[in-house]
């Protein structure tokens, strides 16, 4: 089955810990992209890449790292300097930037 | 400026009753696609509709229909005979170049 693949699903980590959420994609798109969604709020972009290797900041990347070494992975690191890092995560992929985005069942993350 | 505005925070309705929720958008470009996606409680958003703008058929498939008026800047998502698994988030959404504009979402709760 194609689709997009987050874990885990809950983290759990101590203030001060950088962490990496994983995000794999086998549909064979070129686009991938993180967002974060805080309570009773749509969705803010992260970071994105639009081909392996490259990837540009979104309008909340402060204290977030991303990397994309493979076209069907974009692991997003959330790092000790994110004021305020426990939300919801959800990364998503499509095939361009003008066809829709397709994604993955999100990583709740909570820091203590 | 590019934005969505969905002004219905939340909508509530009785089954097999009609909704519409609203989506009201600005953008500089004189070609453009809109999309609305759902998110029920599991967290992962599901792909609806993309809409291009120079396509302004209205679209039906099943119970939802889609009201695009570019006149209006709006694009509407109709549930008709809504049913209790169309409780959800709704949003709406815009391509800026090479990312989606989220608006801040519609919660419909729809009741037995």
């Known amino acids: 089955d194609g689709g997009i693949t987050q874990s885990p699903k809950y983290l759990f980590r101590k203030e001060g810990q950088n962490v990496t959420l994983s995000c794999e994609q086998n549909l064979n798109h070129d686009a991938m992209y993180w967002y974060r969604q805080d309570p009773g709020q749509g969705l803010r972009l992260i970071y994105y890449s639009q081909i392996v290797n490259d990837f540009q900041k979104g309008d909340i990347a402060e204290g977030y790292s991303v990397s994309r070494e493979k076209k069907e992975s974009f692991p997003l690191t959330v790092t000790s300097a994110q004021k305020n890092p426990t939300a919801f995560y959800l990364c998503?992929?499509?095939?361009?930037?003008?066809?829709?985005?397709?994604f993955g069942p999100g990583t709740r993350l909570t820091v203590l | 400026a590019q934005k969505v505005t969905q002004a219905q925070t939340e909508i509530s309705v009785v089954e097999k009753e009609d909704v519409t929720l609203d989506c009201v958008y600005e953008?500089?470009?004189?070609?453009?696609?809109l999309f609305w996606y759902k998110q029920p409680p599991s967290g992962e958003l599901v792909f609806l509709i993309r809409?291009?703008?120079?396509?302004?058929q209205n679209e039906i498939s099943g119970r939802y229909s889609w009201n695009f008026q570019k006149s209006t800047s709006s694009f509407n998502f109709t549930i008709t005979a809504s049913q209790v698994v169309d409780s959800a988030v709704y949003f709406c959404a815009l391509r800026d170049t090479d990312k989606l504009i989220f608006g801040t979402g519609t919660r419909l709760q729809v009741f037995p």
């Open positions: 809409r291009n703008s120079f396509d302004e």
């Open positions: 998503a992929s499509s095939i361009g930037n003008r066809f829709e985005q397709f």
């Open positions: 953008t500089r470009d004189t070609t453009y696609y």
